[in-house]
């Protein structure tokens, strides 16, 4: 049973799933597919792959897909004419050691915009870009991801 005690095979998941659930009669989402464009797939699949993804999905020049090292989301690349500039969208990936993954990664050829860095929002953060110039921010949040300390208490306005 799911944690609202509510399921039901609302997205033709199998009972029990993240999919079988709802909320006040409401279908719950989960966080799935991010995708991000890029003007050069095939380069930017390549940064990927040596940044610790698998490639699950290959249709080059227009489209390559990828899955995390650990849980199920994925995330793409189409390929658009250009990428646009500052577009503001950041794609964050947590990592248990953030430092060392920085080193590790920085020792391979991988530039960041700057060493990683406590946040006021109790995480630590380091940003580099992809060949396309998409932000990644590879990060440890822990518990303070989902549970900071101002977290919106169940009934309070605005959470569920």
Same mark, same amino acid.
């Given at each position: 049973?799911?944690a609202?005690? @509510?399921?039901?095979?609302?997205? *033709? ?5 993240p #999919?079988?659930?709802?909320?006040f *009669? ?7 597919q991010v995708? #991000?464009?890029? @003007?050069?797939?095939? !380069?930017t699949?390549? /940064?990927y792959r040596a #940044? ?5 999905v290959?249709?080059?020049p227009?489209y ?7 849980g199920t989301a994925?995330?793409? #690349?189409?390929q658009?004419?250009s990428?646009?500039e500052n ?10 050691d953030?430092d060392a993954?920085c080193?590790q990664?920085?020792?391979?050829? /991988?530039?960041f915009?700057?060493?990683p860095?406590?946040q006021?929002?109790l995480? !630590?953060?380091a940003?580099l870009?992809?060949p396309d ?13 989902r549970n900071p300390?101002w !977290?919106?208490?169940?009934?309070s306005d *605005?959470?569920?």
């Amino acid at each position: 049973m799911c944690a609202h005690g @509510a399921c039901v095979a609302s997205l *033709g998941g199998p009972a029990n799933s993240p #999919l079988d659930c709802t909320v006040f *009669g409401a279908s719950v989402m989960d966080m799935n597919q991010v995708t #991000l464009p890029s @003007a050069d797939v095939e !380069r930017t699949a390549a /940064f990927y792959r040596a #940044l610790g993804f698998t490639q699950i999905v290959s249709n080059l020049p227009s489209y390559a897909r990828f899955e995390c090292p650990v849980g199920t989301a994925t995330f793409s #690349l189409h390929q658009v004419a250009s990428v646009p500039e500052n577009s503001g969208v950041v794609v964050y990936f947590e990592c248990v050691d953030l430092d060392a993954t920085c080193r590790q990664l920085e020792d391979r050829g /991988f530039i960041f915009d700057g060493p990683p860095t406590d946040q006021p929002w109790l995480w !630590r953060e380091a940003y580099l870009r992809d060949p396309d110039g998409n932000v990644i921010c590879l990060y440890r949040a822990g518990e303070a991801r989902r549970n900071p300390p101002w !977290r919106l208490q169940r009934g309070s306005d *605005g959470a569920i």
